[in-house]
């Protein structure tokens, strides 16, 4: 629980009709209810004991610590969404059976000033909520004092959003999205005091061209992209391009360090998958994803670029799937019109056809890192094995930038493996998704400038499906004799063509892509195709030879990572006894 310091207020307010000392820190608002209040009846059951509002934790407490603990809330200032003066009318007075009216006239002396502020309440599941609470002040010079108090601490916190460029792609999941930001977040963003400029897109590429070219970002402190993981590729790939021009950096370049977005990105979740959002806060829900973007969460991500032959492809910060996810993908953009059922009906029928790919896998372990990808621990909000290494590799650039001579890839030599695959995946993060809550990758890591890269030899179809399922249960989908994970730095894969070694860029050139074609859509003719694509955060990339870098802590989002429960129990209003 953090400690109050000093303290700038200290007032006898009334919640409802009880009495409650209220504080305001710099960091905490607190109000306790006054122990003579009527709050406490020894026959009542305990359920029925339930006179405040906010969460509390299941543990086991005697009577007078339950009380305690009941009638004394604190919220972190920096959870306080807004506060906001009442109008009279808006006072609530109690009923004799217990219920509460509002007062609707002038009721002489009884009537008070009340202010309401609004805060966020953790719920089960990672979910936010914005909760209220009403004081009522006994004069209205005090009740302005308490509203100047609040808002001033609000104001002091420099890491809020106060203007957003918002795109939304009507056509996501199940076409929702404009829907759920005008229900949903609009009104939260109005309350917070945050000004929006909304964009729908009017095709694919409209948000990454705006951002390439005309939006003006200065005037804004965040982009929110209310939509899928192919909404937010479309967004990250806007504005890398952009910092990049406006910096002088060439974005083609593959040894070029890239600079890192000062804007930070918010997702709305109303796509298919979603899992960047769910990696990243821990469930998708649109209100939560919008409590932390208003709170100024700031949550930096790894981000690999794409290359083949030293020419950009794309980026890709979940991801990176050839073969098995690859096909997933192909198979249902044909299936759009579905909606999110589409990748299930694809992965069955691709399960089905069970095709696997030959190729060489080239990579650059990680070396000197904390963490490795069979970690029980998982990265979770103030993740320390991110900070470890997020901190050795500026030092390390730090040292490359003074030391030029030196090898930038010295420390590592570079592994190859060849051979049979039903699956190569590169997981930058967790992957972790409504689908397979503990991810591809479940110890990877948001901001370690690593990726997790999973390679799945051919196996039978029965041995296939038992590493599928371990993705939804507690058991390891590693702990098979034909899967192997290496985190890595960097990596490269060229696939092998079925005829000739020589022929390795036929599907470049367009001859191969034709006959793989033939087989595909043939599958009577027993020749399996000789290559899948490269599913990029589900995005089909062009090329199926690549060369893919971590870029550490490209991008920021409005998230701080997925919260350990204990922090709920803490966190959370009710105070500490
Ligand atoms: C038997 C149940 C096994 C369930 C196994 C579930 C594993 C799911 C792992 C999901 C990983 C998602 C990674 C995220 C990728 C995103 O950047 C991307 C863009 O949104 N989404 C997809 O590519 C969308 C990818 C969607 C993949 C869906 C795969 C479904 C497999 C179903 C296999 C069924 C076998 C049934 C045998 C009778
Ligand atoms: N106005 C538009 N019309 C058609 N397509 C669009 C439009 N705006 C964006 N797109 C494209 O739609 C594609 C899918 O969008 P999005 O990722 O938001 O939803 P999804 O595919 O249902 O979800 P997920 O990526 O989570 O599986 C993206 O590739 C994006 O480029
Ligand atoms: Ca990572």
């Known amino acids: 629980?953090?400690?109050?310091?000093?303290?700038?207020?200290?007032?006898?307010?009334?919640?409802?009709?009880?009495?409650?000392?209220?504080?305001?820190?710099?960091?905490?608002?607190?109000?306790?209810?006054?122990?003579?209040?009527?709050?406490?009846?020894?026959?009542?059951?305990?359920?029925?004991?339930?006179?405040?509002?906010?969460?509390?934790?299941?543990?086991?407490?005697?009577?007078?610590?339950?009380?305690?603990?009941?009638?004394?809330?604190?919220?972190?200032?920096?959870?306080?969404?807004?506060?906001?003066?009442?109008?009279?009318?808006?006072?609530?007075?109690?009923?004799?059976?217990?219920?509460?009216?509002?007062?609707?006239?002038?009721?002489?002396?009884?009537?008070?000033?009340?202010?309401?502020?609004?805060?966020?309440?953790?719920?089960?599941?990672?979910?936010?909520?914005?909760?209220?609470?009403?004081?009522?002040?006994?004069?209205?010079?005090?009740?302005?004092?308490?509203?100047?108090?609040?808002?001033?601490?609000?104001?002091?916190?420099?890491?809020?959003?106060?203007?957003?460029?918002?795109?939304?792609?009507?056509?996501?999941?199940?076409?929702?999205?404009?829907?759920?930001?005008?229900?949903?977040?609009?009104?939260?963003?109005?309350?917070?005091?945050?000004?929006?400029?909304?964009?729908?897109?009017?095709?694919?590429?409209?948000?990454?061209?705006?951002?390439?070219?005309?939006?003006?970002?200065?005037?804004?402190?965040?982009?929110?992209?209310?939509?899928?993981?192919?909404?937010?590729?479309?967004?990250?790939?806007?504005?890398?391009?952009?910092?990049?021009?406006?910096?002088?950096?060439?974005?083609?370049?593959?040894?070029?360090?890239?600079?890192?977005?000062?804007?930070?990105?918010?997702?709305?979740?109303?796509?298919?998958?979603?899992?960047?959002?769910?990696?990243?806060?821990?469930?998708?829900?649109?209100?939560?994803?919008?409590?932390?973007?208003?709170?100024?969460?700031?949550?930096?991500?790894?981000?690999?670029?794409?290359?083949?032959?030293?020419?950009?492809?794309?980026?890709?910060?979940?991801?990176?799937?050839?073969?098995?996810?690859?096909?997933v993908l192909t198979d249902s953009e044909r299936k759009r019109w579905m909606g999110p059922a589409r990748y299930d009906l694809s992965g069955v029928k691709m399960f089905l056809t069970h095709h696997y790919y030959e190729g060489a896998v080239s990579y650059l372990p990680a070396r000197g890192i904390m963490g490795t990808p069979r970690d029980a621990a998982r990265c979770r909000s103030g993740c320390v094995v991110c900070q470890h290494n997020g901190k050795q590799l500026s030092e390390k650039a730090e040292r490359y930038e003074m030391d030029e001579a030196s090898e930038s890839e010295s420390e590592g030599e570079w592994r190859t493996i060849r051979g049979k695959f039903l699956a190569i995946n590169a997981a930058s993060m967790s992957c972790a998704c409504p689908r397979s809550p503990k991810g591809l990758s479940p110890a990877a890591h948001l901001s370690d400038g690593t990726t997790d890269l999973i390679l799945v030899r051919k196996c039978s179809r029965f041995d296939f499906l038992r590493h599928l399922l371990r993705h939804t249960s507690k058991d390891d989908q590693f702990d098979l004799n034909f899967v192997e994970v290496h985190r890595v730095r960097r990596f490269c894969f060229t696939p092998r063509h079925c005829q000739s070694d020589s022929d390795l860029d036929l599907r470049e050139n367009g001859k191969h892509q034709i006959f793989s074609q033939i087989c595909r859509d043939h599958p009577a003719c027993g020749c399996a195709p000789a290559y899948s694509s490269w599913n990029c955060d589900g995005e089909i990339l062009t090329h199926t030879a690549i060369d893919v870098r971590v870029q550490s802590n490209l991008i920021r989002l409005f998230a701080r990572g997925i919260e350990e429960p204990t922090v709920f129990e803490d966190l959370t209003s009710p105070c500490a006894i």
């Open 1 to 327: 629980m953090e400690r109050p310091g000093r303290l700038l207020l200290l007032s006898e307010l009334r919640v409802r009709n009880s009495a409650y000392d209220v504080s305001l820190s710099r960091s905490l608002l607190t109000w306790k209810r006054r122990i003579s209040s009527p709050v406490y009846h020894p026959f009542r059951p305990r359920q029925d004991f339930d006179l405040v509002t906010t969460n509390e934790t299941q543990v086991n407490l005697s009577n007078d610590q339950l009380l305690q603990k009941r009638v004394c809330h604190s919220v972190s200032v920096s959870e306080i969404i807004s506060v906001r003066e009442e109008e009279e009318e808006n006072i609530c007075k109690r009923r004799d059976d217990g219920s509460w009216k509002k007062i609707k006239e002038r009721e002489g002396k009884d009537c008070r000033q009340a202010f309401t502020v609004l805060y966020v309440e953790r719920c089960p599941q990672h979910r936010w909520r914005c909760a209220e609470v009403t004081f009522t002040c006994s004069e209205a010079a005090l009740c302005q004092r308490w509203v100047n108090s609040i808002r001033e601490q609000l104001s002091a916190i420099t890491s809020r959003p106060k203007q957003l460029l918002v795109y939304i792609n009507p056509y996501s999941g199940k076409r929702q999205g404009k829907r759920i930001y005008e229900q949903k977040v609009a009104p939260l963003f109005a309350q917070a005091g945050v000004s929006t400029h909304v964009i729908a897109t009017e095709h694919a590429d409209y948000a990454r061209d705006h951002l390439r070219t005309e939006a003006e970002l200065k005037k804004f402190d965040g982009v929110v992209c209310v939509g899928g993981d192919g909404m937010f590729s479309e967004i990250i790939h806007g504005l890398i391009w952009r910092t990049q021009i406006d910096g002088g950096v060439d974005p083609n370049c593959a040894d070029e360090a890239l600079l890192p977005c000062s804007l930070r990105i918010g997702i709305i979740p109303a796509g298919s998958t979603d899992c960047i959002c769910f990696a990243t806060v821990g469930t998708n829900d649109p209100v939560t994803s919008a409590l932390h973007i208003i709170v100024g969460d700031s949550q930096p991500m790894d981000v690999c670029s794409v290359h083949h032959n030293n020419i950009f492809l794309r980026y890709s910060v979940s991801l990176l799937g050839y073969g098995f996810y690859g096909d």
